[in-house]
T-cell receptor
Framework: AQSVTQLDSHVSVSEGTPVLLRCNYS??????LFWYVQHPNKGLQLLLK??????LVKGINGFEAEFKKSETSFHLTKPSAHMSDAAEYFC???????????FGKGTRLSVIA | GAVVSQHPSRVICKSGTSVKIECRSL??????MFWYRQFPKKSLMLMAT?????????EQGVEKDKFLINHASLTLSTLTVTSAHPEDSSFYIC????????????FGPGTRLTVT
């Protein structure tokens, strides 16, 4: 079985400061891990993905995440928050490309001017 | 551009009526598609796996007679909410994996269903 735990339901940062959204995973298999973003009343957008290649993954809009097997973590970071980053972020685990994705509960990121 | 489309994007219907939502893969074939449901300010919950040429596989607690899934072709899956009730109001999202070895699934933009 696979699962992800997003450790914070809500994170609030000031514009221009770093962002850290935390995610821990559990998987019986070598997992594929993703971060998706969802803006209000919008669909899901893939930020980045880890599929057993480089452990430090760079995504769109300046986001990156590091896969740490020893800590079973896949935290999402960004050096400097922008107002447009305010959204809901989902950490997601998958066993393989043809199996359903398992979503974390989401972390709402607020960016204060 | 979008590789998975959903139609309609929004629908309002009266209690007791049925609503069909379409999910299409635009430039690839998908033998499998997934249907998710998202309640307001909540995460996505897998409802069922749609399989081309065979019956859908439903997750525990999802009524298969209420949420009818038909994978009509290699590019189309439909979800029909039968005898809709206000508690069925939700955001429904489909996804389709692309057989390219990248483990990435492509999501549709979602359908907002409101049952009055």
């Amino acid at each position: 079985a696979q699962s992800v735990t997003q450790l914070d339901s809500h994170v609030s940062v000031s514009e221009g400061t770093p962002v850290l959204l935390r995610c821990n995973y559990s998987s019986s298999y070598s997992p594929s891990l993703f971060w998706y973003v969802q803006h209000p009343n919008k669909g899901l957008q893939l930020l980045l993905k880890y599929t057993s290649a480089a452990t430090l993954v760079k995504g769109i809009n300046g986001f990156e995440a590091e896969f740490k097997k020893s800590e079973t973590s896949f935290h999402l970071t960004k050096p400097s928050a922008h107002m447009s980053d305010a959204a809901e972020y989902f950490c997601v685990v998958s066993r393989s490309g043809n199996t359903p994705l398992v979503f974390g509960k989401g972390t709402r990121l607020s960016v204060i001017a | 551009g979008a590789v998975v489309s959903q139609h309609p994007s929004r629908v309002i219907c009266k209690s007791g009526t049925s609503v069909k939502i379409e999910c299409r893969s635009l430039d690839f074939q998908a033998t499998t598609m997934f249907w998710y449901r998202q309640f307001p300010k909540k995460s996505l919950m897998l409802m069922a796996t749609s399989n081309e040429g065979s019956k859908a596989t439903y997750e525990q607690g999802v009524e298969k007679d209420k949420f009818l899934i038909n994978h009509a072709s290699l590019t189309l899956s439909t979800l029909t909410v039968t005898s809709a009730h206000p508690e069925d109001s939700s955001f429904y999202i489909c996804s389709a994996p692309r057989a390219s070895g990248t483990y990435e699934q492509y999501f549709g933009p979602g359908t907002r269903l409101t049952v009055t």
